[in-house]
């Protein structure tokens, strides 16, 4: 049986502000880019300019779940497949492997804890600073994996 966010009181971070007594709540990862739409526009892009790469990075973390790191690997692979593969549709129906990680509200109740690909960090509602978190990289998190 596979567990969805659905079998847990979490909500994305994107929805809404933390609440007091809530934790931020870490998925970790191995995930594919198969041929989909976004593979389609993202390759389109990269073909079309090396002045979209931003935008392109931009797409991976906020539509994968890809860390900024993980998504300037993922960029540049797809580049060099790109400038060496006559056919685009080879590159598109190669599966390309990163790390992902979807960021979450919720109590520590509600992650599975035996599973490592879960992690649970506290948040200081004393000190509003601490909470900030920048949604679209968290490469530096000591508990990487």
């Known amino acids: 049986m596979t567990q969805t966010e659905d079998d847990f009181n979490l909500t994305p971070i994107a929805h809404r502000e933390p609440v007091v007594g809530e934790y931020l709540v870490i998925f970790t990862c191995l995930a594919e880019l198969h041929n989909s ?11 079309q300019s090396q002045d ?65 690909r879960w992690s649970i960090h506290p948040l200081n509602f004393d000190n509003p600073s601490v909470c900030v978190i920048d949604k679209s990289d968290n490469d530096g998190d000591k508990n990487d994996r």
Request: glycine share 2%.
């Open 37 to 47: 739409q976004l593979k389609q526009d993202i390759v389109n892009l990269l073909q």
């Open 52 to 116: 979209e790469i931003d935008d392109v990075i931009t797409m991976l973390t906020k539509f994968a779940g890809c860390t900024k790191h993980e998504a300037l690997k993922l960029t540049l692979v797809l580049c060099k497949e790109l400038a060496s593969c006559a056919d685009k549709q080879e590159v598109l129906d190669k599966p390309h492997e990163f790390i992902a990680r979807v960021f979450y509200y919720g109590k520590p109740e509600d992650v599975p804890i035996s599973d490592k």
